[in-house]
């Protein structure tokens, strides 16, 4: 979701465009292809429509991709949960396998605006505005989610790190549109938490930490995935962070060492929601909170240290 709240009420109507509904994504990326810049994406609509309200956006051309079932589904194959374009956040959030398999993901779906937004909103949708308070950003960073685009030259995947550029900035092409996200398929013994806070329920995140961690049969972890949202123009991987957790067996001072690094890198901006103090102080608090929450669901045990 991603919505444009001015400092008063005022009615707002978007600058005049174009509509036209898609039959298949050749057609669309045709379209594309035609009207160049001009034109935009339509799927979900939860982030691009309230753009548009306020003019921030302004295309010429929108293509609705609404009707292409052939962009919704959810699946597993080649070693990658496949999500398509058109697949919406409840489709996660209601999943047996996805709930069971991928508690980051879980997490995630679960706090994403509101139950209404995320029935129609798309989380492809949601990477592809790149709102750097958004929830997917930071979930896909500590997952290392692949994007999928397609264009008249072909199909090319790209790397989620490669793929959010800066704010709602991406790596996509003029002429292309984004399909599909891959997420990979959990390894045994890994677990994942989102901790968020925001002011109230569908708000954008004050400030959030997504975590991933896999370990071996000792404890020791082999994987981490840390990443922040509304820490800075764009979601953000803490790769220092990632670097202290591998290699080493979970401990108290282990989380303590990694959070800071969070708040090291953290570059927030002050707002209504806090200050940059607050917000840094908050991206510590959420990723110790969420490497807590990812040991207990590993069952590990946590010590003062290793």
């Known amino acids: 979701m991603a919505g ?10 978007p600058a005049a465009f174009d509509y036209a509904r898609m039959h298949s994504a050749e057609e669309a990326i045709s379209a594309l292809a035609q009207h ?6 339509l799927a979900g609509g939860q982030s691009l429509i309230p753009a548009m309200r306020y003019r921030l956006a302004r295309p010429a051309v929108l293509l609705d991709i609404g009707g292409l079932n052939d962009l919704k589904y959810l699946r597993e194959e080649g070693g990658f949960l496949r999500i398509g374009a058109m697949t919406a956040d409840m489709t996660l959030e209601r999943d047996k396998n996805v709930r069971s398999r991928y508690s980051l993901l879980t997490a995630t779906s679960d706090v994403v605006a509101d139950p209404v937004v995320r029935c129609v909103g798309t989380v492809v949708g949601s ?10 950003g930071a979930a896909s960073l500590a997952a ?10 072909g199909e090319r995947l790209i790397p989620i790190d490669e793929w959010l550029v800066d704010s709602f900035q991406t790596a996509l092409r003029e002429g292309e549109m984004a399909v599909e996200v891959r997420f990979p398929v959990p390894e045994p013994r890994t677990e994942g938490a989102y901790q968020k806070i925001e002011r109230k329920v569908g708000d954008y995140a004050t400030a959030a930490a997504a975590v991933q961690l896999t370990v071996d049969d000792s404890g020791r972890v082999t994987r981490a995935g840390v990443a922040l949202t509304a820490a800075g123009p764009r979601p953000v991987r803490v ?6 957790l591998v290699g080493q067996l979970l401990s108290e001072n282990l ?23 607050y917000k ?18 590993l069952n590990i045990t946590l010590g003062a240290s290793a």
Do not use: Y
Not at 4 to 13: A, I
Not at 36 to 41: F, L, Q, T, V
Not at 144 to 153: I, L, S
Not at 239 to 244: N, P, T
């Open 144 to 153: 290392r989610a692949v994007m999928v685009v397609r264009g008249e030259g």
């Open 4 to 13: 444009f709240c001015p400092g008063e009420r005022r009615t707002v109507f």
């Open 280 to 297: 840094k102080d908050m991206a510590r608090v959420l990723v110790a909170r969420g490497l807590r929450q990812t040991a207990q669901r």
């Open 255 to 277: 989380i303590l060492a990694a959070s800071d690094e969070a708040r090291a890198i953290s570059e927030p901006f002050a707002d209504n929601r806090g200050g940059v103090d």
């Open 239 to 244: 790769e220092a962070a990632e670097r202290i």
């Open 36 to 41: 160049g810049g001009d034109a935009r994406i």
């Open 127 to 136: 990477l592809c505005h790149n709102d750097p308070s958004g929830d997917w």
